[in-house]
Antibody
Framework: QLQLQESGPGLVKPSETLSLTCTVS??????????WAWIRQPPGKGLEYIGS???????FYNPSLTSRVTISVDTSKNQVSLKLRSVTAADTAVYYC?????????????WGQGTLVTVSS | QSVLTQPPSVSAAPGQKVTISCSGS????????VSWYQQLPRTAPKLLIY???KRPSGIPDRFSGSKSGTSATLGITGLQTGDEADYYC???????????FGGGTKLTVL
C-alpha cells in the first residue's frame, strides 16, 4: 500500500524559504512511471496546484508560483521535495503531496495527510 | 478566482440525487480529462472520479461523472449524511501547462 508523508517546519518567517519533504513508502519512486505533485490549501479555501514532477524528470509549475518554486526528487531517500522561496502570509496553507493514479488524465489517487505551514514572524 | 467554475453549495435530502457542475474552457475541460475529489472535514482530498467517468477501486457506483464540451458533472445518488463534504473538479490546462481546480462545492445532506 503506497503511503505518502509530508514533513517540514510548521512555521516559516516571511521572506524565507519554505522547505517540505514527502517521504514515499510502499513503492520506489525511481521505478514508478508516475507524476508526483504538491498541492496546497489555504485555511478555509480551495485546492491550489503548486507543481508536479514526472518520472522522466520534467517539471510543471503553477504560473503564479513558477518564479519561486522548485520541486525535486531524491531517489536514494525515496523522497519528493518542495522549496518555495520568499514566502508571505499568503503562502500559509496545508501542503499536500500526491501521486497520480493509472488513468490517462491529470488526477491524483494517492495523497499524504497534509502538513500545515504558517508564515509569520 | 478559480479557472474552473463550480457552484459554492448544493443540498438535497438523504436518499435523493444531486449533481455538481464544473465549467471550464477549451484549454482545460474541453480537451482534457476531468477528475473529481471529495474532501471530508480536516482530511486530505479523495479521488472519486478520473478520466471523466471512471471510478477508482473502492468508490461506490453511487458516484458518477460525465463530460460534455467544456463542462463536467458529478452525480451522487442515494445521498447519505456521510456524503457531506466539499467536492472539487480538476483537470489539466493546456494553455497554462498546469493542473487547475474548481473552487469547490459544499454538499449539505439535509
Amino acid at each position: 500500500q503506497l503511503q505518502l508523508q509530508e514533513s517540514g517546519p510548521g512555521l516559516v518567517k516571511p521572506s524565507e524559504t519554505l522547505s517540505l519533504t514527502c517521504t514515499v513508502s510502499g513503492d520506489s519512486i525511481s521505478s514508478s512511471p508516475y507524476y508526483w505533485a504538491w498541492i496546497r490549501q489555504p485555511p478555509g479555501k480551495g485546492l491550489e496546484y503548486i507543481g508536479s514532477l514526472s518520472y522522466s524528470g520534467s517539471t510543471f509549475y503553477n504560473p503564479s508560483l513558477t518564479s519561486r518554486v522548485t520541486i525535486s526528487v531524491d531517489t536514494s531517500k525515496n523522497q519528493v521535495s518542495l522549496k518555495l522561496r520568499s514566502v508571505t502570509a499568503a503562502d500559509t496553507a496545508v501542503y499536500y503531496c500526491a501521486r497520480k493514479g493509472d488513468g490517462s488524465g491529470s488526477q491524483y489517487l494517492y495523497w499524504g495527510q497534509g502538513t500545515l505551514v504558517t508564515v509569520s514572524s | 478566482q478559480s479557472v474552473l467554475t463550480q457552484p459554492p453549495s448544493v443540498s438535497a435530502a438523504p436518499g435523493q440525487k444531486v449533481t455538481i457542475s464544473c465549467s471550464g474552457s477549451s484549454s482545460n475541460i474541453g480537451n482534457n480529462y476531468v477528475s473529481w475529489y471529495q474532501q471530508l472535514p480536516r482530511t486530505a482530498p479523495k479521488l472519486l472520479i478520473y478520466d471523466n467517468n471512471k471510478r477508482p477501486s473502492g468508490i461506490p457506483d453511487r458516484f458518477s461523472g460525465s463530460k460534455s464540451g467544456t463542462s463536467a458533472t458529478l452525480g451522487i445518488t442515494g445521498l447519505q449524511t456521510g456524503d457531506e463534504a466539499d467536492y472539487y473538479c480538476g483537470t489539466w490546462d493546456s494553455g497554462l501547462s498546469a493542473v487547475v481546480f474548481g473552487g469547490g462545492t459544499k454538499l449539505t445532506v439535509l
